[in-house]
């Protein structure tokens, strides 16, 4: 049995995530737009493509998250992933700082500052040479 992606339920998904109310929506969308006709338009599974790109373009999202978002298949990866006592994370996630910012401005202050050190050492040991080439 093949699971069919429910495009108004996924219109107002994205619009509820981005924190936007059905009037504002239908505002954007133009003056034939209201509350009532987002409503039902939210309960279609499936709605033209037209209509999907002037949505996509009020709510700056691309056409294919309506069209492709299938919440079974995302909560199915996100409950494989993550178990109730398991921490591991999904590749490339890691919501912990792996360094402390801290010790990194301390090493760099002290990355310029040995910089700094050599620099004054090789100034100083060119005027020398110079010294004692004046000196001869």
Request: charged fraction near 30%; hydrophobic fraction near 40%; proline fraction near 2%.
């Amino acid at each position: 049995m093949e699971q069919r992606i429910h495009q108004g339920r996924n219109v107002k998904r994205f619009r509820e995530m981005l924190g936007i109310k059905q009037e504002a929506l239908a505002f954007d969308l133009g003056e034939e737009w209201n509350q009532k006709k987002i409503s039902l338009l939210e309960q279609k599974e499936v709605i033209e493509e037209n209509l999907l790109k002037v949505i996509s373009q009020a709510l700056k999202i691309p056409v294919e998250a309506f069209q492709n978002f299938d919440e079974e298949a995302a909560i199915n990866v996100i409950s494989n992933t993550f178990t109730s006592n398991d921490e591991s994370t999904l590749n490339a996630v890691n919501p912990y700082c792996t360094f402390n910012p801290i010790d990194k401005v301390v090493q760099l202050y002290d990355e310029k500052i040995a910089l700094y050190e050599r620099m004054l050492k090789e100034k100083d040991e060119m005027m020398d040479r110079l010294e004692k080439l004046i000196n001869r």
